[in-house]
């Protein structure tokens, strides 16, 4: 149950954050494909560089260890990502 | 207090410091219930659960699990933790347009969809529709999708993550390039 209030919680943070970087909005996610707003790989990225160093800090405290990750098959990720392209530029999500 | 209301209301904030609060979600989300923030799982989660009550036979597969099968399927057909996560990722948006004052109820109002694509409203929903399946197909084959795999993968150094970010821009800028042609 907890557990829940938890995902609860951090997915309110999660599309605030969204809304709040404005990539609720077609133009600014479609615009990272012709470089006209870079909104989405600065908030994609500093989210990465934060998250990083806290998860690896954590893990050297002894604090975490690290979930399953999400599996690498170079495929099949490859190909996912190509797919996934296509859509997130014609619809913007 | 007075600055803190003003950053709250604005319609949109430096990409960085959204940023910064997601990156520190994620990191929350690994600390307090050892999971990662994925958004797309949980929609494969709600198809699993009402296709086993509608179809059991059709649902009855290695991707959402054999009834009394060996083995853990690839997507549990229940209420998962990114499913919950998803529902406050609904409110978590509305939350933000709301402390804005730019919440409204929207068919078709983007003014750079509209230039490219035209005013009516049923070519937004059928693309988004398509592109949607497009993306939900996408995440299924890579296992994930640009928060559960490129942001929740790539924070602790996946490979796969990587992989799926090259693909992604690739095609990406490919697809804007033919959506947009001259005025790319």
Redo the contacts between chains.
């Keep these: 149950m907890t557990n829940y209030v938890i995902a609860l919680i951090l997915g309110v943070g999660f599309g605030f954050s969204l809304n709040k970087a404005g990539l609720t909005k077609y133009s600014k996610i479609v615009n990272v494909f012709r470089f006209t707003d870079l909104a989405v790989l600065k908030f994609m990225m500093t989210a990465l560089v934060v998250a990083m160093i806290g998860l690896y800090v954590f893990r050297g405290l002894g604090w975490i260890t690290f979930p399953s990750v999400p599996a690498t098959y170079i495929v099949g990720n490859l190909i996912g990502g190509l797919i996934f392209g296509v859509g997130m530029a014609l619809t913007g999500y | 207090m007075n600055w803190f209301k003003t950053q709250i209301s604005?319609?949109?904030?430096s990409?960085?410091?959204?940023?910064?609060?997601?990156?520190?979600?994620?990191?929350?989300?690994?600390?307090?219930?050892?999971?990662?923030?994925g958004a797309s799982g949980a929609f494969e989660s709600l198809a699993g659960l009402i296709g086993k009550k509608i179809a059991p036979s059709l649902f009855s597969n290695v991707y959402w699990g054999v009834e009394g099968g060996r083995g853990l399927p690839i997507m549990r057909p229940e209420i998962t933790?990114?499913v919950?996560?998803?529902?406050?990722?609904?409110?978590?948006?509305?939350?933000?347009?709301l402390t804005?004052k730019s919440f409204k109820i929207r068919f078709n109002d983007?003014?750079?969809?509209k230039k490219i694509f035209g005013p009516q409203p049923w070519k937004r929903w059928v693309?988004?529709f398509?592109?949607?399946?497009?993306?939900e197909?996408?995440?299924?084959?890579?296992?994930?999708?640009?928060?559960?795999?490129?942001?929740?993968?790539?924070?602790?150094?996946?490979?796969?993550?990587f992989?799926?970010?090259?693909?992604?821009?690739?095609?990406?800028?490919?697809?804007?390039l033919i959506?947009?042609r001259r005025r790319?």
Excluded: H
């Excluded at chain 2, 398509?130 to 993306?135: C, H, K, S, T």
């Design positions: 604005k319609e949109i904030w990409p960085y410091a959204a940023g910064i609060l997601l990156g520190v979600l994620g990191l929350l989300a690994v600390l307090l219930s050892n999971s990662l923030l933790w990114p919950i996560l998803l529902v406050g990722i609904f409110f978590g948006g509305m939350l933000g347009a804005s983007d003014a750079q969809w693309i988004a398509l592109g949607a399946i497009i993306l197909y996408a995440a299924g084959i890579a296992g994930g999708c640009t928060s559960g795999l490129a942001i929740s993968g790539g924070m602790l150094l996946v490979p796969a993550a992989l799926f970010i090259a693909g992604m821009f690739a095609s990406g800028i490919v697809t804007a959506v947009y790319y």
